[in-house]
C-alpha cells in the first residue's frame, strides 16, 4: 500500500486485440495553484503534509481513514478507462475482491511493515484515525498479523456501486479535499473533478531482431529503451568472459539514459 492504491496513479501500455498498442498515462497531476518554486523556501513541505509529493498522512474519506496523496489522483480515472474502452466484466464485480480482502483482513507482509517501522511513529498508528486498522488490539500489528483497512473497503463499495466519479466529486471528494486543506493542502474539489486521462503515443526501437514498445516520458520506460538501444550497439553481452566490461557498459547507459531524457 505504500507503493500503490487508489490514491496515486500510474501507466498502462495496451496491446489490443487488433495488434495495436496505446499508451494511457493516468499519473498523479499537479494542483491548479501549484508552481514551479513552491518548494525552494520550504523543502520539508514536499516531504510532510499536505502539500507532500509523497507522504502518509491523515486523508479521511466520507467512510473513514484510507490513505493520502497532494498530487490529484488518477489511478480511478484510469482504470474507469480501461474498463470503459477493453473491459468485458460489469465494474462493480471486479472491485468486489480488493473490498473483500480489505475488509476482512490479510497477513501483514515483512515489505509493508518495512516501511511502517521506517516511519518510527507509533503515535500515528496508535491514533484514532487510524487504529482501527493499524492497531486494533491497542499495539501496532507486527509481521503475520491480520490486518484490515475496512474502511478502505467502504470506499471502495461506494466507487463500486456508483462509478468512478464518486471518487472525484460528492462526499468523498469534499472529505478528501476538506482533510488535504485542513494540512496545508492546495487542492480543490474543481482540481478533482477535472482531472483527465492522457492518451500518449507509444516508443518503440529495435532491438536483436525483436520490437519493444514501452511508454515516452513522463514514465520510465523511455529510459529503459534507451539504456537498451545503447547496449544492442555490443554483441558480448552474457559472455562470462567479459563480465567485468558488459557491466561497466550497462552501468555507463543507465547514466546516459537518464540524463539524455530528463524526464522534460
Not at 471486479?94 to 509493508?112: E, M, N, S, T, Y
Not at 488490539?137 to 475496512?150: E, H, L, S
Not at 531482431?209 to 545503447?230: C, D, H, M, Q, W
Amino acid at each position: 500500500m505504500h507503493l500503490t492504491g487508489i490514491g496515486g496513479g500510474g501507466f498502462m501500455l495496451i496491446r489490443a486485440a487488433n495488434g495495436t498498442y496505446e499508451f494511457i498515462d493516468f499519473r498523479e497531476s499537479a494542483p491548479a495553484a501549484s508552481y514551479e518554486t513552491m518548494y525552494n523556501s520550504n523543502v520539508n513541505a514536499s516531504i510532510f503534509g499536505g502539500l507532500a509529493r509523497c507522504e502518509i498522512s491523515k486523508c479521511i474519506f466520507s467512510s473513514g481513514l484510507s490513505f493520502s496523496f497532494s498530487g490529484i489522483p488518477g489511478e480511478i480515472r484510469g482504470l474507469e478507462y480501461l474498463h470503459n474502452k477493453y473491459g468485458s466484466l460489469p465494474w462493480a464485480e471486479l472491485i468486489q475482491p480488493a473490498i473483500k480482502l480489505a475488509r476482512h483482513g490479510f497477513k501483514l507482509g515483512p515489505d509493508v511493515a518495512y516501511y511502517i517501522d521506517a516511519l518510527g511513529n507509533d503515535e500515528l498508528f496508535l491514533s484514532p484515525a487510524w487504529a482501527p486498522d493499524f492497531a486494533p488490539n491497542g499495539a501496532r500489528i507486527k509481521v503475520g498479523d491480520i490486518m484490515t483497512r475496512k474502511r478502505l473497503a467502504d470506499t471502495l463499495k461506494v466507487i463500486a456501486d456508483k462509478g468512478a466519479d464518486a471518487f472525484y466529486s460528492g462526499s468523498i471528494a469534499q472529505t478528501t479535499i476538506s482533510a488535504l486543506r485542513a494540512d496545508n493542502g492546495i487542492m480543490t474539489l474543481e482540481d478533482l473533478m477535472n482531472y483527465k486521462v492522457i492518451c500518449r503515443k507509444p516508443r518503440s526501437i529495435n532491438y536483436r531482431n525483436f520490437r519493444i514498445l514501452s511508454g515516452g516520458a513522463p514514465s520510465g520506460g523511455i529510459v529503459a529503451l534507451k539504456i537498451l538501444k545503447t547496449l544492442d550497439g555490443y554483441g558480448d553481452a552474457g559472455d562470462p568472459a567479459k563480465f567485468n566490461i558488459t557491466t561497466h557498459r550497462l552501468d555507463e547507459a543507465m547514466r546516459f539514459a537518464y540524463g539524455a531524457v530528463g524526464f522534460k
